[in-house]
Structure formats: C-alpha cells, structure tokens
C-alpha cells in the first residue's frame, strides 16, 4: 500500500523541503518506518529509544485523529498521513 504523508513545516527541512512524501506499508507505523528509511534524521523527531512515537508527535489518517495505537492503523493505498506537531511557547 502506498500513503501520502502531509509532514508539518518545522520537519520540511529533513526532507529536502518536500511537504508530502510517498511512503509504502500496510499500517501507519510501516509507513513512517518508510519514512524514515527515505530521511533518516526524521526518526529522532517521531520516535523516542524505545520505537514509541514522542508525545508531542500527532498523526492524522484522511484528516482523523489516529489515536490510540496511531502505528497499528491499517493503511489504504491513497490515504492522506498527516503529522502534526504540538508546539508550545509563551
């Protein structure tokens, strides 16, 4: 299966600034394992040490939030991933 993934803005500089990327798995966790294969230096701004991703990492699959258990999400082809990040300031 192949998926779109939509990746926020602060993460298009570790991908040579490309917005959507093609991935190819059965779930959502194979596709950004996908992912990082293709831009290795994703991997530390999804995944903590222990494979899980960070807790300020949101995934969306065709716009709906994929929580819980995000990874195991079965993937289509043609689904839209979005990764969005939880950004806080003050």
Known sequence: MSAK???HKTLQSLTNGREIV???GNTVG???SHLV???PPLEEK???KK???LNTIEIYLNL???YPDE???PVKDGDDIHITLMLAGG
């Open 46 to 48: 999804l995944f903590d």
């Open 22 to 24: 093609e991935a190819a």
């Open 37 to 39: 294969r293709q831009f």
């Open 71 to 73: 990874l195991a999400r």
């Open 51 to 53: 494979r899980k991703l």
């Open 5 to 7: 993934i939509h990746l």
């Open 30 to 32: 194979d596709c950004l």
């Open 64 to 66: 709906q939030s994929a």
